[in-house]
């Protein structure tokens, strides 16, 4: 089936440093979305990436969706101490886009 | 203020019991997902509702069921409980099936114990 890796597991920076999280999925996605959990919350809804090679930014965020539409990254430039949490990729594939399927995850954590 | 709202926010039962999860979507959304999200696991699909029919399903097995109501809220229930049944148990909102430029709207979630 359909399966949406994330590396690394998890994250430990020093405050200032830059963060990076990579997503790989088995199939082709239609589009892709990250979200963040914050210790102890729900996810909450970030960015949908749609097109192959799209980049987006938010503020210190910077995402991508890859060439083939099989993987993505989010970078976090100059980590603060509210970037911490988990975050998710989630895509779905063309036949199925109500199956959106969620990633491991990448837990953050920092020094300050 | 999340506009999903789900109840419980806590649930203790005992192995082979049911139980009932309830979820009010954003205003405006149709469409309701459920997620059981283990402690330090991503949320895993369990399935969607649409229009008051079930809209695509996870890997989960029959006694995962649930229901849509012409208002668009929505229940979860889990018959004959599992300990590994324990888990979060997020629901999602959405404008529409599939993903959508305004992604889904999560509830705060139910923790699910099953003792």
């Known amino acids: 089936g359909q399966q949406v890796m994330q590396i690394p597991q998890y994250q430990h920076v020093q405050e200032g440093e830059d963060f990076t999280t990579y997503c790989n999925s088995s199939t082709t996605l239609s589009n892709i979305q990250w979200y963040k959990q914050r210790p102890g919350g729900h996810p909450v809804f970030l960015i949908q990436?749609?097109?192959?090679?799209e980049v987006k930014k938010q503020k210190r965020l910077t995402f991508q969706f890859g060439e083939a539409k099989k993987n993505s990254s989010l970078h976090i430039t100059a980590t603060q101490t509210t970037d911490v949490g988990t975050y998710f990729c989630a895509g779905a594939k063309y036949s199925s886009a109500s199956k959106i399927i969620f990633g491991s995850g990448t837990r953050l954590s920092i020094r300050p | 203020e999340t506009g999903v709202t789900q109840s419980p926010t806590h649930l203790i039962k005992t192995r082979g019991q049911q139980v009932t999860l309830r979820c009010s979507s954003q205003s405006g959304h149709n469409t309701v997902s459920w997620y059981q999200q283990a402690l330090g696991q991503g949320p895993q699909f369990i399935f969607q509702?649409?229009?008051?029919?079930?809209?695509g399903r996870g890997n989960f097995p029959p006694r995962f069921s649930g229901l849509q109501f012409p208002n668009y809220s929505s229940e979860l229930n889990v018959n004959a409980l599992e300990l590994d049944d324990s888990a979060l148990y997020l629901c999602a909102s959405s404008l529409e099936p599939g993903q959508s430029f305004y992604g889904y709207t999560f509830g705060s979630g139910t923790r699910l114990t099953v003792v």
């Open positions: 509702y649409y229009r008051e029919e079930e809209n």
């Open positions: 990436l749609v097109k192959s090679g």
